[in-house]
């Protein structure tokens, strides 16, 4: 069993910062990528980035140079710095995992932002 928890989210406004941060815990030998989602209301959900076991990232265009995905595997962690948010970037983040082949979900953090 692998369980995810985010955290960090939170009301801030536009041009403001958030850290996001997710534990991974449960029956893991190693975690291949890890990865933040968001949904927004009436919306799909989307990827934001995704960095690998390596260190390779990726990020959706919206979000380049303005987020930063890491993570700290002797903490099973993955954050997710967020600078010069936009009201656009109002949406649920979740954190994804993939773990000897298979992938996890954790259960959301909201992130509003104000104009």
């Known amino acids: 069993q692998v369980q995810l928890v985010e955290s960090g989210g939170g009301l801030v406004q536009a041009g403001g910062s958030l850290r996001l941060s997710c534990v991974v815990s449960g029956s893991i030998f190693s975690i291949d990528v890890l990865g933040w989602y968001r949904q927004a209301p009436g919306k799909e959900r989307e990827l934001v980035a995704t960095?690998?076991?390596?260190?390779?990232?990726n990020y959706v265009d919206s979000v380049k140079g303005r987020f930063t995905i890491s993570r700290d595997d002797a903490k099973n962690t993955v954050y997710l710095q967020m600078n010069s948010l936009k009201p656009e970037d109002t949406a649920v983040y979740y954190c994804?995992?993939?773990?000897?082949?298979?992938?996890?979900w954790g259960q959301g953090t909201q992130v509003t932002v104000s104009s």
């Open positions: 994804r995992a993939w773990v000897a082949g298979r992938n996890y």
């Open positions: 960095i690998s076991s390596g260190g390779r990232t």
